[in-house]
C-alpha cells in the first residue's frame, strides 16, 4: 500500500523536472546562449572599436536576429568578433558590419546591411571586411569641447536677446497674423469652390490645347513645304543669274569687236562721204552739159565739126520716118 503514493510521487517530480528542462531550453534559445544549433555559417569580422559589445551579443539584419556574436578577440589595435549566422538569411560577402547600440542602456549589437544579390554568399572562415566603427557618446562630447571653448558668453547673451524680440514681436503682432491666416483661409476656401469648375473646364481646355498644337503641326509642315519651294525657285534664280553672268561676260568683247569695227568703217565712211559729194558735183555739171545740149542745132554742129575736119555721120530725121520716106 506504501509503494503506489511514492510512485506517483516520482512520476510527478519526473514530469516536473521534464517541463523544467523544457522551459531551460527556451530561455537557451531566447538568451542566445545555444544559437548554434541548426545550419550556421562562422565568419569573422574586425572592428577598429567594439565598445559595448560582448560575448552572444545579437547580430541583426534589418532588425531581425540572424545570429549572434560567439566570441571577441583582439588582433593588435583591432576587435575581432567572430559571428555565428543561419545559413537561410543568405548573406553574401559584400555585406556591412556595424556596432549600434539597443539601448541607452550601452547594449550593443552588430547589424549586417547588405549590398548587393549578386556576390557570393559567406561560408565558413569568411571574413567581413566593409565595417563601420561606432560613435561613441564620450567622443561626440570631447569633439563638441574645443566648439564649447570658443564661444563667448556675451555673445550667447546677445543671441538670447536678439530671441527675446523677435518673440515679443511675434507676440506684437500676433493679431495681424491671425487676421492673415483667417484671410488666407478664406481665399482657400473660395478656391477650393473654383477648383470643381476648374476641374470640369480643364479637359476641354486641354482638348482646345490639343486641337492648336495639332493644327499648328500641320501649319508648320505647309510653312516648311513653302520654305521649300522657295528654296527651290531661288535655286533656279540663282541659276539663271548665273547664266546671265555668264552671257555678259561676253558683251565686253562684243562690244571691244563693235567698237574696232566701227574704227575700221570710219575712214571709208569718210572717203565714202567725199566720193558721194564728188558725183553729186559731176552729176549737177552733167545736168548742165545736157541742158546746154537740149537747145543745141544738129547742122550747126555738123558745120562746125565738118570745119575742124571731123566727119560725123548722122541719121537724118528722114530715116527715122520708115520706108515711106525713103521713096
Sequence with gaps: MSR??????????GLL?????????????????LRSFGDTVTVTVRFADAAGLVADSAVKV???????VKELEVDFDAAV??????????????????VRARSLLGEKYVALVPITETAPLLKDGDTITNTVAPVEIDQIIASIGPLLQDVDPAEISQ??????????????NSDALAADSATLLKRLGELAEIAPILKEDIPAL?????????HLDRTAGKADGLVDELSGTAKKANDSLDKVDAALDGVPA???????????????????????????????RLETILKNFENFDEEALRRLL???GVLVRLRPEVEKKGPKARK
Excluded at 521534464?18 to 530561455?27: I, K, S, T, Y
Excluded at 534589418?62 to 549572434?68: C, I, K, L, T, Y
Excluded at 538670447?160 to 507676440?171: D, F, M, Q, R
Excluded at 562690244?255 to 552729176?283: C, K, N
Design 4 to 13: 503506489t503514493p511514492s510512485r506517483s510521487n516520482e512520476i510527478r517530480v
Design 17 to 33: 523536472l521534464l517541463v523544467a528542462v523544457a522551459v531551460f531550453g527556451w530561455l537557451s534559445v531566447q538568451i542566445g546562449a
Design 62 to 68: 534589418a532588425g531581425v536576429e540572424v545570429g549572434g
Design 81 to 98: 568578433a567572430t559571428l555565428v549566422l543561419r545559413s537561410s538569411a543568405g548573406l553574401r560577402s559584400d555585406v556591412r558590419a556595424e
Design 159 to 172: 543671441l538670447i536677446s536678439s530671441l527675446a524680440t523677435i518673440a515679443e514681436s511675434l507676440a506684437a
Design 206 to 214: 486641354l482638348a482646345e490645347a490639343r486641337r492648336l498644337a495639332r
Design 254 to 284: 562684243l562690244v571691244a569687236d563693235a567698237q574696232g569695227v566701227v574704227d575700221t568703217l570710219e575712214p571709208s565712211a569718210d572717203d565714202l562721204a567725199r566720193a558721194l559729194a564728188s558725183s553729186d558735183e559731176a552729176v549737177a
Design 306 to 308: 565738118r570745119q575742124e
